[in-house]
């Protein structure tokens, strides 16, 4: 995105900055399986890995702060991580006792599986590392954005954080603890099920980005013939 031009190119001059492009993610609206989330209750589901500074910690946290504020509000709500995560990351909950008995684990699962998770689960979660500022846009929301489902994703200031804004989605920053038991609560209260405004994702469609790629490769190559 922007975000990462900007960084790249920020050592350069500017005339080769105005040269710079990018092209984003895409996703296949045909790789999803049917399906859709289980009625009478709500689940909200993290597919992906979790490592280094990238830690669960904030969601934890939250969940054990928002059966403590509420105890009604994890009623019929399941809590779901697949993926890798660090022992270290995965045994911080042992500080969390309601949000222990609230949240599963369930290890790695394939990329068709994970697709299937997505389309039956009402919310997605994603979590990042802190950061001032991060140029960080990870795949796993362009998956998530071709599920349609609801996305909450933990992450500082950035490319992912407005990318989820523009889908509609709920974001809070992984340093501010407040922000994410807030958001965290909002859902609890709603419970969306689906992205607030879907046509923002087209840009990602894989369709779309190849279109864009021929698009570029043939600015590119009239470029060096004129």
């Excluded at 790249?8 to 049917?34: G, I, N, S, T």
């Excluded at 993290?46 to 934890?60: H, I, N, Q, V």
């Excluded at 399941?78 to 042992?94: A, S």
């Excluded at 998770?117 to 009402?122: N, P, S």
């Amino acid at each position: 995105a922007g975000e990462t031009i900007d960084l790249v190119m920020k050592k350069y001059p500017k005339e080769l900055r105005r040269k710079a492009r990018f092209l984003p993610h895409c996703f296949d609206p045909a790789a999803y399986p049917p399906g859709d989330p289980p009625d009478g209750e709500y689940v909200m589901r993290m597919l992906g890995g979790l490592y280094t500074l990238r830690t669960p910690e904030p969601f934890y946290k939250a969940v054990e702060r928002a059966a403590a504020s509420d105890p009604a509000a994890l009623a019929g709500v399941r809590f779901e991580f697949y993926g890798y995560i660090e022992t270290r990351l995965k045994n911080l909950i042992d500080k969390y006792p309601v949000a222990k008995r609230a949240i599963s684990f369930h290890g790695n699962v394939s990329y068709a599986e994970s697709l299937r998770l997505m389309k039956t689960a009402h919310c997605l979660l994603a979590i990042n590392a802190p950061a001032r500022f991060s140029v960080f846009f990870p795949s796993k929301i362009v998956d998530y954005l071709g599920s349609g489902r609801h996305i909450f994703a933990i992450t500082p200031p950035g490319a992912c954080e407005r990318v989820t804004r523009e889908l509609g989605g709920t974001v809070a920053a992984p340093s501010d603890d407040e922000a994410v038991y807030r958001a965290l609560l909002g859902i609890l209260r709603d419970r969306p099920a689906s992205s607030a405004t879907p046509d923002c994702g087209s840009a990602y469609l894989c369709s779309n980005v190849a279109a864009e790629t021929m698009s570029l490769l043939s600015s590119v190559v009239a470029e060096k013939l004129s």
